[in-house]
């Protein structure tokens, strides 16, 4: 096991050594758009049917997912009587 002088030695090399030669990543906007789907359609998944997201959060999903080109792929919470409510909910109001 090394001490701790010599792991911040080593760290701190490394460190340097990414700085003075970079990191072969290219992070720029640019570069997103070369990214296999990245303008494709955003997928969005609920987590906890409540009431929150039946009076406010659903119907402003909808009223802008056809702009924003998003839409709703799943649906998860912890009691099964609510997941199920929030399928049947979310089939009857979109059709999905």
Do not use: C
Request: hydrophobic share 40%; charged share 30%.
């Amino acid at each position: 096991m090394e001490n701790r002088r010599e792991f911040i030695k080593k760290v701190s090399a490394g460190m340097a050594a990414v700085a003075i030669g970079g990191t072969r990543f290219d992070l720029s906007a640019r570069s997103y758009s070369r990214i296999p789907g990245a303008n494709e359609k955003i997928r969005v998944g609920v987590v906890g049917f409540s009431d929150r997201f039946r009076s406010s959060l659903l119907p402003s999903f909808m009223d802008h997912a056809e702009k924003l080109n998003f839409e709703l792929v799943s649906l998860s919470d912890i009691w099964n009587r609510r997941r199920e409510e929030g399928k049947a909910y979310i089939r009857q109001k979109t059709g999905w």
